[in-house]
C-alpha cells in the first residue's frame, strides 16, 4: 500500500506560480512511477507529468516550458508551475504507479487561475 499526501495548490493570477509537493508514505520502494494529473469540472482526468523510476520525465504537451516535475528523493515529489493560465484550474492529484501496475492517488488539491 502506497499513501499520498499532497500540499500546495491555490488561487493565483494569470502569469503567477505556484508549487506542488507530494509526499508518499508505505510501500516507497514498489513504486515505478510518480506523477500529477488534473482534472477541470466537466472534463476526464489527465496527465500533467511524471517522473519514472529511473529520472526521466514525461510532460503534456499543455505545460512543457511552463512547469517542472522534480523528485527529492524515493518519496517526495514537486510540481512547480510558472506561467500559469487559467485553462490551468482543476483539481491536481498526485499518483502513484507501482512495479506491479497498481496505482495509487492522493486526495487532490485544488489549483485556481484568475484571469
Known amino acids: 500500500q502506497v499513501q499520498l499526501v499532497e500540499s500546495g495548490g491555490g488561487l493565483v493570477q494569470a502569469g503567477g506560480s505556484l508549487r506542488l509537493s507530494c509526499a508518499a508514505s508505505g510501500s516507497i520502494f514498489s513504486i515505478n512511477t510518480m506523477g500529477w494529473y488534473r482534472q477541470a469540472p466537466g472534463k476526464q482526468r489527465e496527465l500533467v507529468a511524471e517522473v519514472i523510476s529511473g529520472g526521466s520525465t514525461n510532460y503534456a504537451d499543455f505545460v512543457k516550458g511552463r512547469f517542472t516535475i522534480s523528485k527529492n528523493n524515493a518519496n517526495t515529489v514537486n510540481l512547480q508551475m510558472n506561467s500559469l493560465k487559467p485553462e490551468d484550474t482543476a483539481v491536481y492529484y498526485c499518483?502513484?504507479?507501482?512495479?506491479?501496475?497498481?496505482?495509487?492517488w492522493g486526495q487532490g488539491t485544488q489549483v485556481t487561475v484568475s484571469s
Open positions: 499518483a502513484a504507479r507501482t512495479f506491479v501496475n497498481s496505482v495509487y
